[in-house]
């Protein structure tokens, strides 16, 4: 394939920023990534990414993508003791129903964020053109006289005393993350900064890891009760290495769930399903409860701008960050990574209006789902279109079906997976399977707690 330029600049190390690295080296002649943290070699949380340490999954789509830009990194992680297993045989729970499980072929993959970014990042920095800056500051854009294009960037080590430096490019990528300085940038520039979408959330994730037991998860994978606008409190506690588990629970609108082990333990009591209080209270805690908050989903809208300096994109959270919940934050960088692929090999160098434009439309559906969803609390502040209210009202529908049908769930996990469309829940076929079980929409399930005789071996049949 032919070079586009001599040097592509990428902002930040994280997932976003290391698959945009590893299709940059196709057509690039130097990649160099950007990283204030060091990272090379790590595999445990750092100070830049202080949510790596809370619950993340590698699901369907984005998986897909990883075994075609990574060959034999699915064997090469569960060869390290990394759990895989399929994404709709996981125990899940919607509206306190455990739904059916089903075989879909669909492979989730629930490494620690930190330990499945060390195994793609180690892959990247073996890539001959490609180089990592550690434990480097990005000082600014540098832009031509007339400020139609970029150039490079201003950067300074972290050690002290040490000088700014100019490195030049041919293109720079910015996957510094939410925490993006690009509208500040382009402020100083001259340009418009990018209208901003905003879904308020209020969403906590606090998170204890534990040694598992083989009886803790009863043969699957991970056990998810999601939060829904009826039981609020939502938790992920899923194997993710060989005795080691992790358990993430999640509050909505200001419910956070506590840091106190204790009080974290209750918490886990008042979720509206057994199962996960069960497989911890009598388990071996391996650290101290941690939090993090995620205060609204944003979406800046890059596409709409009509002035944008060349030779400049963005790309991962830093263009649009979705509510974890949704565990949607990996597949989504690894399709934008294969959109910026698609526009390297027109062997031209990418420009920033066609790729802000593709980049919109491959983040539509993640973020209807994301912000959909979310809609459908009645706190969350948001404009409640047509299509939000009639998609959610389907979704409560087909939710249920799934507690009756596997093919329900199925076909659920394939649109939760980024695999297919929503539309392909909207197909004959599968409405006649939903409304066959759910003609109005159902109630939600009762918590345990208001149904005693409820244990854990009702909560797990279905």
């Not at 190390?13 to 990283?35: H, N, P, T």
């Not at 526009?343 to 980049?359: I, K, M, N, V, W």
């Not at 329900?408 to 939903?434: C, N, Q, S």
Request: glycine share 8%; aromatic share 8%.
């Amino acid at each position: 394939m032919s070079q586009l330029g001599a040097r592509a600049v990428v902002l930040g190390g994280s997932m976003g920023g290391i698959l945009a690295a590893r299709v940059l080296a196709e057509s690039y002649a130097e990649v160099v990534v950007v990283e204030r943290d060091k990272v090379l070699g790590v595999s445990t949380p750092r100070r830049g990414a202080p949510h790596t340490v809370h619950a993340h999954g590698l699901h369907a789509r984005g998986h897909l993508i990883f075994e075609e830009l990574f060959p034999g990194i699915t064997d090469e992680l569960r060869a390290a003791g990394v759990p895989t297993g399929d994404l709709g045989e996981m125990r899940w729970f919607f509206n306190a129903r455990k739904i059916q499980p089903a075989r879909t072929g669909l492979l989730s993959v629930t490494a620690p964020r930190p330990v499945l970014e060390n195994h793609v990042r180690s892959r990247v920095a073996t890539i001959p053109n490609v180089t990592f800056m550690q434990e480097y500051d990005v000082l600014g854009l540098v832009a031509t006289d007339d400020r139609e294009q970029i150039v490079g960037v201003r950067v300074q080590s972290r050690t002290p005393n040490a000088d700014a430096e100019v490195l030049d490019a041919d293109l720079v990528v910015d996957a510094t993350g939410r925490g993006s300085r690009t509208p500040a940038w382009l402020d100083e520039l001259g340009y418009q900064r990018p209208e901003e979408e905003r879904v308020k959330v209020g969403l906590a994730y606090t998170t204890r890891h534990y040694r598992s037991r083989p009886e803790m998860f009863d043969g699957v994978q991970s056990i998810n009760p999601v939060a829904s606008p009826a039981h609020p409190r939502g938790a992920f506690l899923g194997q993710v290495g060989t005795d080691l588990c992790i358990l993430s629970l999640t509050g909505l609108l200001g419910d956070y769930p506590p840091t106190d082990p204790q009080a974290f333990l209750e918490f886990a009591r008042s979720l509206p399903v057994p199962d996960v209080y069960e497989a911890v209270r009598d388990a071996e805690p391996l650290d101290d409860p941690v939090s993090f908050r995620f205060p609204a989903s944003v979406r800046r809208r890059y596409e709409r701008l009509l002035r944008f300096p060349d030779r400049y994109l963005i790309i991962g959270d830093a263009f649009c960050s979705f509510n974890p919940v949704y565990g949607q934050g990996m597949s989504v960088a690894a399709i934008q990574a294969m959109t910026l692929r698609s526009h390297l090999r027109t062997g031209r160098p990418p420009s920033s209006s066609p790729f802000f434009a593709d980049l919109s439309h491959v983040i539509d559906t993640p973020w209807d789902i994301s912000a959909g969803g979310d809609l459908d609390f009645p706190a969350v502040e948001g404009r409640r279109t047509l299509k939000v209210r009639v998609g959610n009202a389907y979704m409560a529908r087909l939710q249920y079906a799934a507690t009756e049908d596997p093919e329900v769930t199925t076909g659920f996990m394939r649109v939760a997976g980024l695999v297919d469309p929503p539309e392909a829940l909207m197909r004959p076929a599968m409405m006649r399977r939903v409304f066959r079980h759910a003609i109005r929409r159902p109630a939600p399930g009762p918590s345990w707690h208001d149904v005693p005789t409820l244990g854990a071996a009702t909560s797990r049949t279905g």
